[in-house]
């Protein structure tokens, strides 16, 4: 599948003109979609082995990668990480879910409690919601003075190129989603006691803001694309359709570290003979 399509050009960004639902550029079903994914899975695994095999390794000269999701209410970040971080090996994974900032963070430059989350040399890092809120939710609700939110557009780019030179790869994920998606979402959340706790009264008053959060969505990503850094808009109103398409752009970001396995710090003949010698009842 040709992930290009999704991927946001330099130059002013139209999120209406980037699909909210469907399964573009994928030739098949939901069954065949999952038949998919799971192909997806085995590569991913393997990739992840030689990773975490790195880190083991190569100690700080390690390289990562971090996933940074971001989307409106419903768009299904907490379900990505499930379904496709559920297929990586937990030891190697690093995940983190950025909520309103506590009295201790604020208290901080708005980095700070990003900082001490990104994924460490040989992990693979998830972002459920991210450094972005600070210039998404604090752009939309005023949060933060309009000097601060637009000094932040070149922080984060700071920041991101900063992550990059140490090893880290970065990929930044816009799960786009329809009012009218996100409606039927909400109220499958209110039908359903056992989805109540996802559910926050909050969400309908941010729903009413949904044009600005559009436009500041399309103003972050306009100003924080790069080659280095690059912002895809994955239409995410087929649940097995945006798992396969993440799960393909974390497996891409995994080839193109071009991992090989680590050399063996000793001899394997030398130990083989060891062990077939030894006798451990002697
Ligand atoms: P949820 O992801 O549904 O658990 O909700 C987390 C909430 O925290 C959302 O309403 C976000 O807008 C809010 N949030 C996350 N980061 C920030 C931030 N930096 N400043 C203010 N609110 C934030
Ligand atoms: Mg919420």
Redesign the pocket.
Same mark, same amino acid.
């Given at each position: 599948m040709d992930l290009s399509s999704f991927r946001v050009q330099p130059g002013p960004v139209d999120l209406t003109s980037h699909p909210t639902s469907g399964s573009p550029g994928f030739d098949g079903d939901k069954a065949a979609g999952k038949d998919a994914l799971a192909a997806v899975a085995e590569e991913l695994a393997d990739l992840q082995e030689r990773l975490v095999a790195t880190g083991r390794s190569a100690g700080d000269d390690a390289p990562s990668v971090l996933l940074v999701l971001q989307g409106m209410?419903t768009s299904g970040?907490g379900g990505t990480v499930r379904k496709v971080f559920g297929l990586l090996d937990p030891q190697g994974v690093r995940v983190a #879910?950025?909520?309103?900032?506590t009295p201790e963070e604020l208290a901080q430059d708005?980095l700070w409690r990003v900082a001490r989350t990104v994924p460490g040399p040989g992990q693979v890092g998830v972002f459920?919601?991210s450094h972005y809120?600070?210039v998404l939710?604090?752009r939309v609700r005023s949060?933060a003075s309009p000097e601060e939110v637009e000094r932040r557009y070149g922080a984060i780019n700071d920041f991101e190129a900063g992550l990059r030179a140490g090893g880290t790869r970065i990929v930044k994920v816009l799960l786009h989603i329809s009012p009218d998606e996100q409606k039927e979402r909400l109220l499958a959340r209110l039908d359903d006691p056992t989805k109540h706790w996802k559910f #926050?009264p909050?969400?309908i008053d941010?729903r009413a803001l949904w044009a600005d959060y559009q436009r500041a969505y399309e103003i972050a990503l306009e100003r924080t694309h790069s080659e280095d850094a690059p912002w895809y808009v994955v239409p995410a109103g087929s649940k097995w359709y945006r798992n396969l398409v993440v799960a393909q752009l974390l497996r891409d970001e995994l080839r193109a570290l071009d991992l090989r396995w680590p050399a063996a710090s000793f001899d394997p003949d030398e130990q083989r003979r060891r062990l077939t010698e030894q006798d451990p009842l002697a």
């Open positions: 209410d970040k #879910s950025f909520g309103a900032p708005f459920d919601r809120e600070d939710v604090a949060l #926050s909050a969400d941010d």
